[in-house]
């Protein structure tokens, strides 16, 4: 046994060492090969979900408990970047990537955080759809792409940031 409390993870490599979640243990994590057991990076981290990192290369987190978009730095702590839609929260960021070119931000928003004590938190469900979406910290603009998806989940770009894919 690893001694992690369950088998759901999100991971991610900053070159050196993965970066990961426990969801229902509500921590991260840090893993750097060769160097022994996983640390704790963050706790509690609102049921961290996905990962990925900006531009400049700070962490950035998609929380199912907290149904926001997080930057974490060892400096500043847990910031919101975004948590709402047309000021309706949102229901429970689930993966998210930073398109180099630009540094806009997409992530998708399925329900899996709402209404539910396993991964998730007891609270309704504002916005009435699982949308996929755009942000633009810089100007603060959040742009919808998608409302059709009933559970957006995974999402990545093609190596040419010509396509986004969502699973």
């Known amino acids: 046994s690893n001694g992690l409390g369950s088998d759901a993870f999100a991971i991610v490599w900053d ?12 921590k991260v994590y840090t893993y750097t090969p060769e160097e022994g057991a996983p640390e704790v990076l963050y706790t509690p981290s609102a049921l961290a979900n996905g990962h990925t990192f900006d531009r400049e290369g700070r962490l950035l987190n998609a929380e199912h408990g907290s149904g926001a978009v997080t930057r974490w730095t060892p400096e500043g702590g847990r910031q919101v970047v975004v948590d709402k839609w047309q000021g309706k929260r949102l229901n429970s960021p689930n993966d998210l990537v930073v398109r180099k070119a630009d540094g806009m931000l997409f992530f998708t928003d399925p329900p899996y955080g709402l209404r539910s004590a396993w991964q998730g938190v007891q609270r309704n469900d504002e916005l009435g759809f699982s949308g996929v979406f755009a ?23 093609s190596p040419d940031e010509t396509t986004l894919y969502v699973s």
């Open 15 to 26: 070159g050196s060492r993965l970066i990961f979640s426990d969801i229902p243990q509500d």
């Open 135 to 157: 942000f633009d910290e810089r100007a603060g603009r959040m742009v919808l792409i998608d409302d059709t998806l009933a559970r957006p989940n995974g999402i990545a770009f």
